[in-house]
């Protein structure tokens, strides 16, 4: 994932792969996964990992890279 690419949620409520956006900025940050990790967070077992700023239409959303995927034409 690059600056200025096209990408898509992998899963979103409002449409899925459906949705794309433009990534405006990669940033290094943390993300704490309940569903793996359990409910009592502890910031100093993860590490940072890559997200990217995504804007979708008017909207500016940080998701982990993870969770993004590149569209393809």
Do not use: S
């Amino acid at each position: 994932m690059k600056v200025r690419e096209l990408v898509m949620v992998k899963t979103h409520p409002k449409g899925g792969l459906k949705r794309t956006g433009v990534v405006v900025e990669i940033i290094q940050k943390k993300c704490w996964r309940t569903h793996k990790m359990g409910k009592k967070i502890n910031w100093d077992l993860i590490d940072p990992e890559p997200h990217g700023v995504v804007m979708f239409d008017d909207l500016i959303r940080t998701n982990p890279e993870a969770d993004l995927r590149v569209f393809e034409a």
